[in-house]
C-alpha cells in the first residue's frame, strides 16, 4: 500500500500547535465540503488532541463547516463506562461535540462502546466498533475511507494504542482489536490497527513536547516499527507531522531559536535559513507595513484562520506589480482573511476595484469586517463560492477585463484557474500565481501531494499557452523557501 511522504510543521508552541492544528482542521472540511460529503474524520485524545478541539469549538470558522455532513470516530478507546471523565470520548464532547449541540447529529458521533452486559470485555467492543465501520464503509469496503485521521503520539512512539514490541502491531485482518496490558494506564483499551490508519487520505500526527523529541526523530527517519510504532503511521494521499519546537528539537538541522516558517516533505520549519528572516526584518521599514495592514492581519490570526497569507513584504510586492502595470480592475482568486486584498486595492485608485473570489463564507466575513474596517468597502468585492463557478459567471457574463490577477487558491486547479484568468484579461494584464515552488517539491514528477501534481499540471499548462509569456521567480523569507509564477498576456 503506496503512502505519502511525511511533511513536518512546527510551531511555537504547544498552544500555537493546538489552534494551527484546530484552524487547518476547519479549513480542510470545508475545502473537502466543496467537493464530497458525507466527510470521515478520526479524532485522538491526549493533552494537545483535546486542546485542538476547544480551539475548533471557539473558532468562528467552525461555522462554516456543515457539520450534519461530518462523521466523527476514535483511532482509540480506553475501555472504561460511557462517561468516565478519561475516556476519549467523554473529553471529546466537553471540549467540542457539546458545543456544536443540534448542528451535529448524534447519529454522527460513532464512540467506541463500553463495557454493558452486551459488551463484557475489550474484544466485543472491538467486534461491536468494526461492525459499526462496516455499516458506514463505503464502495462496499469494510470502512468509511477516513478525510483526516488525527493521532497522537507518547514518549515511546506508540499511536492510538499501537504500544512497541506488541503483536498488534502486526496485526493484517482485523480493522479493530483490544489491548489487554497496555503500558499506559488504564490496561484494557481498543484501537484501530494499522491497515485500517493506513487506508485514511490523510494523517496527521500531533505531538508536543521535550520528551516526545526522541520518538519524533526516530519515526521521521524510519524507524523500526517495533520500537517506534509512529514510523508507520503514514495517509494515502498525505502524511502531516504536527509538532512543536521542543519535540522537533532533535530532527536534522533543527535549530529551536530559529523562527518557524516553511513546510515540506521530512522538513521542519525550524530549517529555515534564520538570515532569511533577519533580511525581512531588516527591510520592513522599506516595506512599511501600515496600521490597517496590521489589524487585517491580527484580525486573521484571532479568527483562527490559518496562517498562509502571503508576508508584508511579498504583499508589498503585489502592491509594486499592480502599480507598474497601472491596475484599475484587480481580480483575486483566494481571499482568505483580506491581507492580500488590503495590498491590492493599496495600487488602484480610488475609483478602481479589487475582485476577491473566497469558498468559505466564514472567512470571507472576517475579510470584509477587516476591510470595511480599513475603509475599502467601496473598493473592494468579496464574492462567496467555489472559484471555477465564480468565474465561469464572470466570463458568461462578459465582464470588462482584468489588469491584474493574482492567484493564491487551492493548488490542484491552478490550470483550471490560468484558462479563466486569461480569458478575463486582456493583452498586458499580469497573472501572478503564488505557491508554485513548494520548497522545491515542484521537481519531483512521482510527489504523492496533489498540490505539487496541480502545480506541475499548471506550469506545463502555462509553458504550452501561447497566450501568455511568463518565469517563476523563487523566493525566501519568514514564509519559507517557494516562488511566484508570473505571467503576461500577449
Do not use: C
Not at 112 to 131: I, K, N, Q, T, W
Not at 205 to 211: H, S, Y
Not at 461 to 488: C, I, M, N, P, S
Amino acid at each position: 500500500m503506496s503512502t505519502a511522504t511525511p511533511e513536518v510543521l512546527v510551531h511555537p508552541d504547544a498552544d500555537v500547535l493546538a489552534g494551527a492544528a484546530a484552524a487547518r482542521l476547519l479549513t480542510r472540511l470545508v475545502d473537502l465540503q466543496s467537493h464530497r460529503s458525507p466527510v470521515h474524520v478520526v479524532l485522538t485524545g491526549g493533552t494537545v488532541g483535546i486542546a485542538t478541539l476547544r480551539a475548533v469549538a471557539d473558532s468562528p470558522v467552525r461555522d462554516a463547516v456543515d457539520w450534519s455532513g461530518v462523521h466523527l470516530w476514535w483511532g482509540d478507546e480506553r475501555f472504561l463506562p460511557a462517561g468516565d471523565a478519561d475516556r476519549n470520548e467523554t473529553q471529546a464532547r466537553a471540549a467540542l461535540i457539546d458545543a456544536l449541540g443540534d448542528a451535529l447529529p448524534a447519529a454522527n458521533v460513532h464512540a467506541v462502546p463500553g463495557p454493558s452486559d452486551d459488551v463484557p470485555d475489550g474484544e466485543a467492543a472491538a467486534r461491536a466498533y468494526a461492525a459499526e465501520l462496516r455499516a458506514h464503509a463505503a464502495d462496499d469496503g469494510l470502512a468509511p475511507r477516513f478525510d483526516v485521521l488525527l493521532l497522537g503520539m507518547g514518549p515511546d512512539g506508540h499511536v492510538a494504542s499501537l504500544f512497541p514490541e506488541r503483536s498488534s502491531l502486526y496485526e493484517a485482518n482485523l480493522l479493530v482489536v483490544a489491548e489487554h496490558d497496555s503500558p499506559k494506564p488504564p490496561s484494557e483499551r481498543v484501537s484501530l490497527t494499522f491497515p485500517l490508519i493506513r487506508s485514511a487520505r490523510e494523517v496527521w500526527v500531533v505531538a508536543a513536547g521535550a520528551e516526545k523529541a526522541p520518538a519524533v526523530a526516530r519515526a521521521l527517519a524510519g524507524d523500526d516499527v517495533r520500537t517506534t510504532p509512529a514510523a508507520a503511521a503514514r495517509g494515502q494521499e498525505r502524511t502531516l507531522w504536527l509538532v512543536d519546537v521542543a519535540s522537533a528539537a532533535e530532527l536534522p538541522g533543527a535549530d529551536p531559536a530559529a523562527t518557524p516558517a516553511v513546510s515540506g516533505p521530512r522538513r521542519p520549519r525550524s530549517e529555515v535559513d534564520p538570515a532569511w528572516t533577519a533580511v525581512e526584518a531588516y527591510v520592513a521599514p522599506l516595506v512599511a507595513e501600515g496600521a490597517d495592514a496590521v489589524a487585517v492581519r491580527t484580525a486573521a490570526a484571532d479568527a483562527g484562520l490559518p496562517d498562509i497569507a502571503v508576508s508584508s513584504a511579498q504583499g508589498r510586492l503585489l502592491e509594486l506589480l499592480a502599480r507598474a502595470v497601472g491596475a484599475r480592475r484587480v481580480l483575486e482568486i483566494g481571499t482568505l482573511g483580506g491581507y492580500s486584498t488590503w495590498w491590492l486595492a493599496q495600487a488602484v485608485p480610488a475609483d478602481g476595484s479589487v475582485m476577491t473570489l473566497e469558498v468559505s463564507d466564514a472567512h470571507a466575513t472576517v475579510a470584509r469586517t477587516s476591510l470595511a474596517a480599513a475603509g475599502l468597502q467601496d473598493r473592494v468585492d468579496v464574492v462567496v463560492g467555489p472559484a471555477l463557478e465564480s468565474l465561469d459567471r464572470l466570463v458568461a457574463a462578459h465582464v470588462a477585463p482584468f489588469d491584474l490577477v493574482f492567484v493564491d487558491a487551492d493548488k490542484q486547479q491552478l490550470a483550471a484557474y490560468l484558462d479563466r484568468a486569461v480569458t478575463l484579461s486582456r493583452p498586458g494584464t499580469l497573472l501572478v500565481v503564488d505557491n508554485v515552488v513548494r520548497g522545491g517539491a515542484v521537481v519531483d514528477a512521482d510527489h504523492p501531494d496533489d498540490r505539487v501534481q496541480g502545480v506541475r499540471t499548471f506550469l506545463e499548462r502555462a509553458a504550452a499557452d501561447g497566450r501568455v509569456d511568463g518565469t517563476v521567480v523563487q523566493t525566501v523569507g519568514e514564509k519559507g523557501y517557494d516562488g511566484f509564477a508570473l505571467l503576461l498576456v500577449r
